[in-house]
C-alpha cells in the first residue's frame, strides 16, 4: 500500500477527531455567566420535573418548604413510588444550580446527522422547569464524551452543553435528593433524647457531644452515669431508613416513641407502630403522613429501647470532669 496514502488517511483521521472534539469540548469556564439556557431566580422555581426511561421524579416548592416525589414506570415496582419525602442538602443545592440554568457551551441550532450523534434524535430523557404558570421544557440527549456534560434542546431548537451536576442527582428516580432518613440529624448535633415504651419513660442527655470517642448518654438526674446500650441504640434510632410510602398514616397506640432534642433546640418526635410482613410503620416530623421501615430494624430498636430504660444497665458513675 502506498505510505503516503497511508499518512492522508490518518491525518484526515486526526482532523476530523479534533474536529468533532472542539464542536463539544466546554468553555474554559464550566459556568459561563453569558450562556444562560433558562432564565428565572431560584425563589421563583416551583416545580422541576425529571423523565427518564424508567422514572418520572418531581421536586416541589411550596412556599418554600421541598419536597421531591418518584414514580417507577413498571407497573411491578409501583410500591417503590413516593410522594412528598423531604429533600436532601444536595436537592437543595440542585435548585440554586437549574434556576438561571447554564450552559458549558451552545451549539447553535443543530439538525440532520448531527442529532443523532448526540442523542437528541429520539430523545428519551427530558427536564422541565415550572416558573409558577410558566414552563420550560427541554429536551436530553447523551452525555459529551470525555466531559459526561449533556447536550439540551430548547424548544427554539438550539442545543447547549450542560454540566452532568444539572442532572445527574435526578437520574436513577432522584435517590440523591430524596431524603430517606427518619430522623434527619446526626449524633453530635444530638442534645437529649427522650424514650417512652409501655407506659414508662427515660430522658437521656448528651454529654461531650462534640468528641465522639468520649461522649455518652445518661439519665437527666445522674448525669456523670453512662449508659452503656444508650449510644449504640441512639445510633440506631439515627440510621432509620424509610422505605418506602405507608398506604395509610398508622394509627393507634405507637409500641416506641422517640422525641430527640437538637443543639439547634428542635424536637423531632419518631413514632413506631406494630410490624406486619416484613415492614413496620412510622410516622415523624419529616414523614407526618407514614412511611415504612425494615420490621427487624423497628423491632431492635423496640427491645433495645426496654434494655435502655430498664434498670441495671449503667456502669460505674464517670468522675465528674474538673
Do not use: C
Not at 63 to 75: C, E, F, R, T, Y
Not at 110 to 117: A, F, Q, S, T
Not at 179 to 189: G, K, P, S, T
Not at 231 to 249: F, G, H, K, N, Y
Request: hydrophobic share 40%; proline share 4%.
Amino acid at each position: 500500500m502506498d505510505k503516503s496514502l497511508v499518512g492522508h488517511a490518518v491525518l484526515a483521521l486526526v482532523a476530523s477527531v479534533a474536529a468533532y472534539a472542539a464542536w463539544t469540548k466546554p468553555s474554559t469556564s464550566k459556568y459561563d455567566a453569558g450562556i444562560v439556557v433558562v432564565a428565572g431566580s431560584v425563589d421563583r422555581l416551583t416545580r422541576v420535573e425529571w423523565d427518564e426511561s424508567n422514572y418520572h421524579v418531581e421536586l416541589a416548592n411550596e412556599g418554600g418548604k421541598l419536597s421531591v416525589s418518584s414514580s417507577v414506570k413498571s407497573a411491578k415496582d409501583e410500591k417503590r413510588n413516593i410522594s412528598g419525602f423531604p429533600v436532601t442538602e444536595k436537592g437543595q443545592e440542585l435548585l440554586k444550580r437549574l434556576a438561571p440554568l447554564r450552559a458549558e457551551r451552545s451549539l447553535g441550532k443543530v439538525d440532520g446527522p448531527r442529532l443523532k450523534e448526540v442523542g437528541l434524535e429520539n430523545p428519551t430523557q427530558s427536564l422541565v422547569l415550572h416558573f409558577g404558570d410558566k414552563a420550560v421544557k427541554l429536551e436530553v440527549g447523551d452525555a459529551a464524551f470525555g466531559t459526561g456534560s449533556y447536550y439540551m434542546r430548547q424548544p427554539t431548537g438550539e442545543v447547549f452543553l450542560v454540566a452532568q451536576e444539572a442532572i445527574q442527582p435526578l437520574r436513577g428516580g432522584g435517590a440523591a435528593v430524596t431524603e430517606r432518613m427518619v430522623v434527619n440529624l446526626l449524633r453530635e448535633h444530638v442534645e437529649q433524647i427522650t424514650v417512652s415504651a409501655d407506659g414508662a419513660s427515660r430522658t437521656l442527655i448528651h454529654k461531650n457531644a462534640g468528641d465522639r470517642a468520649q461522649s455518652y448518654f445518661a439519665d437527666k438526674a445522674s448525669p456523670d452515669t453512662k449508659i452503656e446500650k444508650a449510644s449504640s441504640w441512639v445510633d440506631a434510632v439515627l440510621r432509620l431508613r424509610a422505605l418506602s410510602q405507608a398506604s395509610e398514616t398508622p394509627s393507634g397506640e405507637a409500641k416506641l416513641t422517640v422525641t430527640v432534642r437538637g443543639d439547634d433546640g428542635k424536637e423531632r418526635t419518631l413514632k413506631v407502630y406494630e410490624a406486619a410482613n416484613e415492614t413496620a410503620p412510622v410516622v415523624s416530623n419529616g414523614f407526618p403522613t407514614g412511611v415504612l421501615v425494615a420490621k427487624s430494624a423497628a423491632e431492635m430498636l423496640i427491645k433495645d429501647a426496654k434494655q435502655v430504660m430498664a434498670d441495671g444497665t449503667t456502669s460505674e458513675p464517670r468522675a465528674s470532669a474538673p
